[in-house]
């Protein structure tokens, strides 16, 4: 059998989409957000969004005794 006998794959453009959003949701859901803009928080030793500077909760950015023991 050559690779001529074998239909070519044909994936839908709406198939692509809903696979990306899909992998997004799945690979961002544990991760920390603001809660002002959404956008995810990728170091939690700072108080403030680097996105929009909004003030994060505390149950969100690292106290300085957490920042510190983890350094």
Same mark, same amino acid.
């Given at each position: ?7 070519? #794959? *044909? ?7 809903? #696979? ?10 544990? *991760? ?11 170091s ?11 003030v ?5 950015? #690292? ?9």
């Amino acid at each position: 059998m050559s690779s001529s006998d074998l239909p070519a #794959l *044909a994936i839908q453009p709406e198939a692509i989409s809903n #696979l990306v959003e899909c992998l997004t949701i799945h690979t961002t859901a544990r *991760a920390h957000r603001c809660p002002c803009c959404k956008s995810v928080v990728y170091s939690r030793r700072f108080a403030t969004c680097r996105d929009c500077g909004e003030v994060l909760p505390d149950e969100i950015h #690292l106290g300085a005794d957490e920042a510190a023991r983890l350094s």
